[in-house]
């Protein structure tokens, strides 16, 4: 049988039933559910049963099971029924969160899964990558992923890189040949394979594989790791959580040897023991981040942020530097023709007539050398080659004279082969056939284009290009800069076959410039002052010229006095020590190339920052996974740019980072917020059962009241508090730290200090209890102390500052909710005679009850005091830091 690269295009087409003109919609579609979907199946996820069962993996509860099963066995049915129920309730609970979390990243996932662009019915579509069908025609430009396996059918340059496949790092080039021999899969020339992606050129492939059929797929260990690993945040609480464990074992081992000592059962001493350590370790402290990382992802999703990769959250808490491209991304990239200079004259764009040749060559040859269209309004290209579609437009319109515009141009001149624009080389260039002679037309950045000429035609007349013409061009270039215009030159040259290749793109005759206006977005301004504020560093970083870069940039405030813009090619002299103290003084990099963009980020990553880098192009991929947070353009970004970062922005604006960054602090500061809520409740627990043992009081807790406490007031009002409203003030702060660890001698000091007064409001609730009914009262009274503080505690864990008297303090909704629920079932143990008894509670007068309630609110304002008190010390600080933050930019 003849294997698909030994086939012709003709047969081929013939066999997968399809044509030119693609597959129609609804054939796709059939073709669609007969095979499934284009995509690698993932391993099989965990189902919900493998998910409960996880919960019980716990080395701790597995013991409690077994304390459980024992005291059943020695007859305490009662109990061990209670602590059964309550290790499945809270399992059932685990088990929803997990759910709940796995549900949100699905969603993100789909959000930011790839697209591929096909021909339907003879139309371009862009359609998720999966919805690609056996038969479809998808075309293809560098930056893009290759969706499934193909022949290709056209190809203008096509390199591939295929090192996932074959482990070859250099791209391939492409051709679109009928190879005779069997070959192995690297030399498969004129097939494209699902899993590599077009590094340059442009083309288009017959689908001749899908999903698992596709050569990936059929190697199963190349299959995508679809786990997300842990964040630096998660591993850093996991490490601190075992330490802890660690201190928390060993307490609960002397507490156990007291137990014994003062005469427990060795059973009961143990069964106590291990209820205090399952209760007071933090095992939830890595899923809680994990939870609230994934529901915040929702609301950035919606604020045009996609998190591709969770820890860029936590890193755009901590971003110190955001490097950002300027086209698109600080300016709105909607550009538009503002002047022309033809003829050795600068114009401005309505003086532009093309009565002259040569000015109507320039016409021509910018409708030519350009793949953009714009039919009916809909824009489809790059935004530089849609101004000149546009222009023809403008001039066809102007001159009633329908021949200029871009597809009248276009059908006369057929365009017989190409060189594609990249932003390394900076040009891109046609070949046509005009009046019977091969012409090469090119355009491009103007100091490379003029590098390149030798020639220049003025008023239909070519001389040789002088060194007065060149400066009259570079002035006119300068001109237009400054005005923060982007400026292309045009050029051509007579071939003599078709055959060309970037060896060619020298000797060129100059034909002009053309100077398009690309205005900022608004929002930019706002965004680069709020940068400012919050102590971040705005740099732009762009491929266009040093002076259009430098006024755009002075125009939103990124550039300013006492800083400077530079070329690439300036950092290239330099050592990346020195590089360390050169990146200080720059606010603009232009006509950088992907391997600056990757020092100029590890130059201030060595400086101790976090740096945040945005990138668009198939090259910029190295540099955006260097980046802490790598930010990928949703728009106009390829396909490899996506993959490689950790976000991407859905409308490719600088603002949305700068809200990105706000979000990522705001997740931060909730994610300590719950972590402080959590340890300082189990300290309270901890200290309470100490000073009990210690005293020589009986144990003022029984097993099942510390699984109730831990079941109602762990892992929901944490949640709530990482869910917990954001706010503004936090871009009033510097960015953290690097290194700054969340479990700072501060944070510590204030879990043990908030933990002491909930311990010993515990304590007093004992006391109050053992006076007025004895041990078994004394025990209620501190089980229910100890459940409402920790519940009022939620509300005490929102902010750092006092608010007992704002509105701040009632603004979580899920917080109430978790609070109503922990109440009325904490009465329900408490006032209903047989939850009474199994629950081990005694009935509480009227006045025990009111006292346990007022102990608990004590704690509200015992605690908000020291807030308020702490708040008044530290102000100074504040002050100064800020100062520090406004004087250092
Ligand atoms: P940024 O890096 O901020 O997105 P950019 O879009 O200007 O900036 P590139 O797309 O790399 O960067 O373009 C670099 C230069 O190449 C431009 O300044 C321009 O002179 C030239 N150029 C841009 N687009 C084209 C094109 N379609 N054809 C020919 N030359 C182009």
New binding site residues.
Partial sequence: MTSIYQSSKKNLLQEFQTNENGLSKAEANKRMEEKGYNELTEGKKESIGQIFLSQFKDFLVIILIAAATISAVLGDYESSAVIFLVIILNAILGTVQHKKAEKSLDSLKQLSAPNAKVIRDGETLIIPSREVAVGDIVLLEAGDYICADGRILNNASLKINESALTGESLSVEKEDIILEREVSLGDRINMVFSGSFVTYGRGSFLVTATGMNTEVGKIATLLKDTKEHKTPLQTNLDNFGKKLSIVILAICAVIFAVNVIEGSSIMDAFTFAVALAVAAIPEALSSIVTIVLAFSTQKMAKENAIIRKLHAVEGLGSVSIIC????????QNKMTVMNVYVNDTLLPFDKYTVQSATENKLLNFSAL???ASNTGGVEVG?P??VALVNMSTIMAGRLNNSNLETASIRNQYERLAEIP????R???STVHNMDNKLIMV?????D?MLSRMTGIEINGQVNTITAKDKDKIMKANLDCSKKGL????FGYKYIVNTEVSMEDETDFIFLGLIAMMDPPREESKAAVAQCKKSGIRAI??????KI??AAIAEQIGILEDGYIAVEGSEIDGLSDEELKTFVEKVCVYA??SPEHKIRIVRAWQEKGNIVAMTG??VNDAPALKQADVGIAMGI?GSEVAKDAASMVLTDDNFATIVKAVENGRNVYRNIKKSIKFLLSGNTAGILSVLYASLAGLAVPFAPVHLLFINLLTDSLPAIALGLDSHTKEVMAEAPRQKDESILTKQFLFGILTEGFVIGAMTMCAYYIGLKNGGEAVASTMAFATLCLSRLVHGYNSKSEQCILFKKEIINNKILGGAFAIGFILLNAVLLIPGLNHMFETATLSLNLLLTVYGLALSNLFIIQFIKFIKSKLVRTEAVAISYTIESKY
């Fill in positions: 950002s491209d300027k086209t698109g991304t600080l300016t050398c350009n793949d790059d530089t080659e624009f990249d932003s390394d900076k040009l891109m090119t355009k491009g950045a103007v490379v982007r400026v292309l030159a732009m970083i762009t491929g266009d010229h259009t870069a006509r950088v668009d192009g106009t």
